[in-house]
């Protein structure tokens, strides 16, 4: 049996990332999978908080998913890329000044 703070913390899960689901067996499905994830969350956040990892975690909207399901959604996601970041090339002014042909660099130093 789940908890009532369980299920209201489902209940708002819900109600934040929009989610509804084709029936009561797949919303239990994901349910189960939401316990899941929250639990493992609320473990690696005990060891943030005992310094033994350096970051700390949280669910999101992918917290009724499972792994692979995750990874099928996210695959290959790279972020918007900032074009504006980087390098640019700019040529000197006399970009095409005359070279001599030769040089002796025995007189040059």
Known sequence: PISAI???EWELFKLKHNKTYGDINEETVRMNIFMENKLQVIEHNKLYEQNLTTFQMDTNH???MLVHEVVAVLNGYRGERDESQGSVYIPPEDDFIKLPRSIDWRTRN
Do not use: M, P, R, T
């Open 62 to 64: 992918l917290s009724d």
């Open 6 to 8: 369980a299920k209201e």
